[in-house]
């Protein structure tokens, strides 16, 4: 089974000239920028809901 996958594998990356690896990669640095980026809108949601309460 797992000579199977790495053949595939082998085959996929050589045919389409992508490295899977590369790409995981990728994915991955991106994920942790996309939940970087959700916690400092949601960070500056909360500083401007305190900022409009001081205001009211």
Known sequence: K???YE???QT???KTAVSLD???SMLLD?????KAAA????TVD???KAVMDMVR
């Open 39 to 42: 916690k400092l809108v949601s």
């Open 12 to 14: 996929y990356s050589s």
């Open 30 to 34: 991106v994920e942790q920028s996309y």
């Open 7 to 9: 053949r595939t594998f």
């Open 22 to 24: 590369e790409e995981l």
């Open 46 to 48: 909360e500083m401007l």
């Open 2 to 4: 797992q000579a199977l």
